[in-house]
């Protein structure tokens, strides 16, 4: 398919474990921002990718998240010692472009959503 | 005070009603603006851009008022299938010249027969 796909669909994780979400954007989408998303509320930034380089990741809450885009594609959200807080949807979303307005055209993913138990 | 605000409803409304969304930012210097719509348990997709000169798509309508700081989206003839959570985004205005698109929680449409 030519949309962005994020694997899993669903985790479920015990408090503690280490989790791995991983997104695969469309291809030629240089831009790459993970978001998450809690019940009721907007996506709430992450981090951005352009490229390889983590362009801004000052969304990350804590130093349990961190994500990775090694050869400029696909991208993997890391989380250690899940805590149950960190239940939520986490959305990836490519772009075309490095500037507005492209930039605010963003393409997401169906979600990975993540239970800690 | 929150970057994007918005009334999270529920706007309960008939089918052919027209009723419209407002959302408020903070950050003066921000750039562009858009509408998403999302449906229950699924990925938010783009509705349209605002333009500053108001930009209309079918049945929509979205204006920018810069002075007050807030966009607008207007459904008129609202569907069944209108019914969706909108969620107003902003971006630019950023140092660094990074952009990043900061959404509102949203606001929830439910249009009945």
């Known amino acids: 398919g030519a949309g962005v796909s994020q694997t899993p669909s669903n985790k479920v994780t015990e408090k503690g474990k280490y989790v791995e979400l991983r997104c695969d954007p469309i291809?030629?989408?240089?831009?790459l921002y993970w978001y998450r998303q809690s019940l009721g509320q907007g996506p709430e930034f992450l981090i951005y990718?352009?490229?390889?380089?983590?362009?801004?990741d000052s969304g990350l809450p804590n130093d349990r998240f961190f994500a990775v885009r090694p050869e400029g594609s696909v991208s993997t959200l890391k989380i250690q010692r899940t805590e149950r807080g960190d239940s939520a949807v986490y959305l990836c979303?490519?772009?075309?472009?490095?500037?507005?307005?492209?930039?605010?055209?963003?393409?997401f993913g169906e979600g990975s959503r993540l239970t800690v138990l | 005070r929150k970057e994007v605000e918005q009334d999270p409803g529920p706007f309960n409304v008939p089918e052919g009603a027209t009723v419209a969304f407002n959302c408020t930012y903070s950050?003066?210097?921000?750039?562009?603006f858009f509408w998403y719509r999302q449906d229950c348990r699924k990925e938010p997709k783009l509705l349209m851009s605002?333009?500053?000169s108001g930009n209309e798509d079918g049945r929509f309508t979205a204006q920018l008022n810069r002075a007050s700081q807030y966009i607008s989206l207007l459904i008129r003839d609202s569907k069944l299938s209108d019914s969706a959570t909108y969620l107003c985004?902003?971006?630019?205005?950023?140092?660094?010249?990074?952009?990043?698109?900061?959404f509102g929680r949203g606001t929830s449409l439910i249009v009945h027969p």
């Open positions: 979303a490519s772009s075309l472009g490095r500037g507005p307005p492209l930039a605010g055209e963003l393409f």
């Open positions: 291809s030629g989408h240089t831009a």
């Open positions: 990718f352009q490229g390889t380089g983590a362009a801004d």
């Open positions: 950050n003066s210097a921000s750039q562009s």
């Open positions: 605002v333009y500053s």
């Open positions: 985004v902003v971006m630019g205005g950023a140092s660094g010249g990074s952009y990043i698109p900061t």
